[in-house]
């Protein structure tokens, strides 16, 4: 790697994980919903993943990680505990340290599998699909959080979960898939256009100015 393209990585890394933290402490970054938060933090790292490669997108997914822990040890809501150990799990005094592992874990993969999409992806569509390709990185990026959160809970807390919503056991499942799908999709739409439009813009000026590729 030459000295451009570290410093371009190093600025642009930079850069991402700034927004994160912003977003953090804005409205818009955490929606608060009814049983759970919507995030459009995800956003950012996905873009790192794809211009940066997934290691860059990883350590971008481990500082959402951090905001998501954050957020909800300090502006819990009544679905917190799966995020935060330091939450009580309802019908308990304690929390569970289980909660590190959907904070983090799927936020760290949401830095890593869109990079892999988009690989494949471009393999097929080309130069032509490339803004294509971007976005359906954005979704698969976006989905990776939403599916594996939501399953990490039922699998992790379903329990708990049945608890703190006033359901019946049998009836999480069925919960997480209405989220997955009231939430999840609406948020995997948006990711997409804002990634598409994105990563194209950034390309298309690095190209013109550096040369520069993805990854």
């Not at 830095?111 to 988009?118: I, L, R």
């Not at 995997?188 to 990563?199: E, G, P, R, S, Y």
Request: with cysteine; proline share 6%; glycine share 10%.
């Amino acid at each position: 790697m030459n000295h451009k393209n570290r410093t371009r990585k190093m600025i642009l890394s930079a850069l991402l994980g700034a927004i994160i933290v912003l977003l953090n402490f804005t409205p818009v970054g955490y929606i608060q919903l009814p049983v759970i938060k919507a995030t459009i933090i995800h956003v950012p790292v996905i873009i790192g993943s794809l211009l940066l490669g997934p290691k860059i997108g990883a350590g971008l997914g481990l500082v959402f990680g951090f905001t998501s822990l954050y957020n909800n040890t300090f502006a819990p809501t009544a679905l917190s505990f799966v995020f935060s150990p330091a939450i009580p799990v309802p019908g308990t005094d304690r929390g569970s340290w289980t909660a590190l592992i959907i904070a983090f874990l799927p936020r760290i993969l949401v830095g890593v599998f869109p990079y892999y999409a988009y690989w494949l992806l471009h393999r097929f569509l080309k130069e032509k699909g490339r803004m294509l390709s971007f976005g359906l990185s954005g979704l698969v990026g976006s989905m990776t959080n939403t599916v594996l959160v939501m399953h990490l809970i039922y699998f992790l807390f379903r329990d708990a979960y049945s608890k703190a919503g006033g359901i019946p056991v049998d009836a999480v499942y069925q919960a997480i898939l209405a989220i997955i799908f009231a939430n999840g999709i609406p948020e995997a739409v948006l990711a997409a256009v804002i990634t598409a439009a994105v990563c194209s813009a950034l390309l298309r000026f690095e190209e013109s100015k550096y040369g520069s590729r993805t990854g």
